[in-house]
């Protein structure tokens, strides 16, 4: 489990359950068949992360901000959660590996969200809003403060949450 996490934290508390709620969507068997019914087939990962590109526009207003992946590909636009939330999905429904990242601030506000793929063998930084595959020490130079201190990744599957900050932190 995550380390040096303040699990009695009402913030965090919240933060997970938000966050494990939406992980518990995207693996559903009816998110699942509904996502499906989206995409073709035969898509590998790189595929879906060329096929989400096609259906989604980057929109940094939060009208409208959608937490359901056909709700966001029937709006065609979203933040980088939203992004997220659809690719996820994608890799999901095609049985292929994948989990939200969220990078939260010290009062456990989100900051921006990315996925995790497991390919080839090894999770893999996937940032479907900015068009990235597997560059985790992006983040280094993005104006947070000090990874590990001022801000936290924490990777989120169906039910269980990890603290990944040593992933992404330079070494």
């Known amino acids: 489990m995550a380390q040096n996490v303040p699990r009695t934290d009402p913030a965090f508390t919240a933060f997970t359950n938000h966050y494990l709620t939406i992980m518990k969507n995207l693996n559903s068997t009816q998110t699942k068949a509904e996502m499906t019914s989206q995409l073709n087939p035969s898509y ?70 990315w996925a995790e793929d497991y390919y080839n063998g090894s999770w893999v930084h996937v940032d479907p809003s900015d068009k990235v595959w597997n560059d985790p020490s992006r983040y280094q130079s993005w104006g947070w403060g000090n990874i590990g201190t001022d801000v936290k990744f924490t990777h989120l599957k169906t039910a269980t949450f990890q603290d990944v900050t040593s992933t992404y932190a330079a070494h």
């Open 44 to 113: 590998n990962q790189t595929d879906l992360f060329t096929w989400e590109a096609s259906k989604l526009t980057f929109n940094q207003s939060q009208t409208g901000w959608y937490e359901d992946p056909l709700q966001i590909l029937n709006d065609g636009k979203g933040i980088c959660v939203q992004w997220s939330i659809v690719y996820v999905s994608a890799c999901l429904a095609l049985g292929y590996q994948s989990r939200l990242v969220v990078a939260a601030d010290t009062n456990w506000n989100f900051i921006h969200v």
